[in-house]
């Protein structure tokens, strides 16, 4: 399985004002593997330790930060020879243990010589518990699911995946119905390296909903290891309240139909650990389409969306080969694969932070914004190839310095006033970017 990440690690490594890194990201997207991969490639060997199942590697950090003695012990526990620029140190579930966390800084500051990697899935809890988060002594990088692109290679559709990356956007209409058929796998399975590996192996979506399964169980359970009994039920609701949103047609985050009569206050500490936590994207209002956008965020107005296309649709009962059979995939609870879809693409393939907007007194409402390059890209979805576009037109009138993008099924062309590219190309942003 290639990850594009691999690249950035490599950079990483032959960064000579390297900082220790911390690979943050939600439980099951490929931490471990990634890190012991990028060692095994690029390194001579490569010192692996897991602390939240090692008490004696735990316990290195406990007596102080001598980086020496920390060396020394890892060496005699995994019996080999670590070495500085031949060997990848790998700390792994590193939130387990809150002082091997603060060691990085001691690693950064004493021992700059030596390659040591993090990785954890409640990192960013970590970071607000006065735990000595060191920060500004570590490089962070952030793991997501797999991307479109990704899955494709990861599924043996490395031409299709070469070809959504070139931007040849003749070409890709071309093909364009094997390029949706390709992307309605991609909503039902996902993202999950498990999950696609599952279904890789046994060509089915039912082997990769089953794994799904297991992995919102697996966050469940984190629920009731990690989050303080006081916020538990109140999580355990709003995270199941995350489809029933995303199938209306407002799909904006209302307290009150998490629990009826509920406040803000009920709530956001259950949506910050969620979010800190890498399970959910929280898209904000804007009030204006400028530079810089987060300038005109609402710190009430927001959507939420999952961490992964497929995991929204195990949470949401469909049923995976009903789904993936004729173009349901796409219109499914009004369309909220699609835009979970996009949002999860503009974050993780196009590195972008989305918002979206919506009129004060009206129904009109523009999917996604974001800035790039200076500018900003109004953005509607449409599930399939219905291309009428009325709140963006309106949006593009009233404010004409933005530049408006539609995706759907149809294919690429250019408007006088906006352009159309296609779902499976959300990651070309030559094409709109």
């Known amino acids: 399985m290639r990850r594009a990440l691999m690249d950035r690690l490599v950079a990483w490594k ?3 004002r390297r900082k220790p890194l911390i690979l943050n990201g939600a439980r099951q997207v490929g931490k471990t593997w990634l890190l012991k991969e990028f060692g095994r490639l690029h ?51 590193v939130q387990a243990a809150p002082k091997a966390i603060t060691s990085l800084k001691y690693f950064c500051e004493d021992a700059p010589e030596y390659a040591v990697a993090a990785a954890g899935s409640l990192l960013g809890i970590s970071a ?36 959504v990356q070139s931007g040849d956007a003749e070409m890709m209409s071309a093909f364009s119905d094997k390029l949706a058929e390709l992307l309605k796998q991609y909503y039902v399975v996902g993202g999950m390296p498990e999950a696609v590996n599952a ?35 109140r999580t355990m609701l709003a995270w199941q309240s995350i489809p029933g949103h995303l199938s209306q047609e407002n799909k904006k985050f209302i307290f009150g139909q998490v629990r009826k009569g509920a406040r803000t206050a009920d709530f956001e500490e259950s949506l910050a650990w969620l979010q800190q936590a890498g399970l959910i994207y929280k898209v904000r209002r804007v009030s204006k389409p400028h530079v810089p956008l987060p300038s005109y965020c609402s710190m009430s107005a927001f959507k939420v969306f999952m961490v992964d296309v497929g995991l929204l649709g195990a949470m949401s009962g469909l049923e995976p080969r009903g789904v993936i059979d004729g173009n349901k995939v796409f219109t499914e ?62 949006f593009k009138e009233a404010n004409p310095e933005v530049d408006a993008v539609r995706f759907s099924l149809s294919g690429y062309r250019e408007q006088d006033w906006m352009r159309n590219v296609p779902l499976y190309a959300v990651s070309c942003k030559g094409l709109w970017g």
Not at 204 to 224: H, K, M, P, T
């Open 14 to 16: 032959d960064d000579p």
């Open 43 to 93: 390194f001579e060997n490569v010192a692996y330790v897991s602390l939240d199942n090692d008490a004696l590697a735990r316990s290195y950090f406990d007596s102080g930060f001598d980086i020496a003695r920390i060396i020394a012990s890892l060496s005699l526990e995994l019996d080999m020879d670590i070495r500085p620029g031949s060997t990848l140190i790998v700390l792994d579930e």
């Open 128 to 163: 607000t518990e006065g735990t000595g988060f060191p920060v500004g002594k570590v490089n962070m990088l952030d793991l997501h699911p797999l991307t479109f692109t990704e899955f494709l290679d990861a599924t043996g559709n490395g031409r299709f995946a070469e070809l």
């Open 199 to 233: 279904y890789v192996a046994e060509q089915d979506v039912r082997a990769a909903r089953a794994v799904q399964q297991e992995i919102l169980n697996g966050y469940v359970s984190d629920f009731a290891k990690h989050i303080p009994p006081r916020l538990l039920a």
């Open 333 to 394: 609870f009004k369309g909220a694969l699609t835009e979970q879809y996009v949002c999860q693409q503009l974050i993780s393939e196009c590195g972008l932070s989305p918002y979206y907007w919506s009129a004060e007194n009206s129904t009109g409402e523009i999917d996604f914004l974001v800035q790039d390059g200076g500018g900003v890209f109004a953005i509607e979805v449409k599930a399939e190839e219905n291309l009428r576009a009325k709140s963006l037109r309106a």
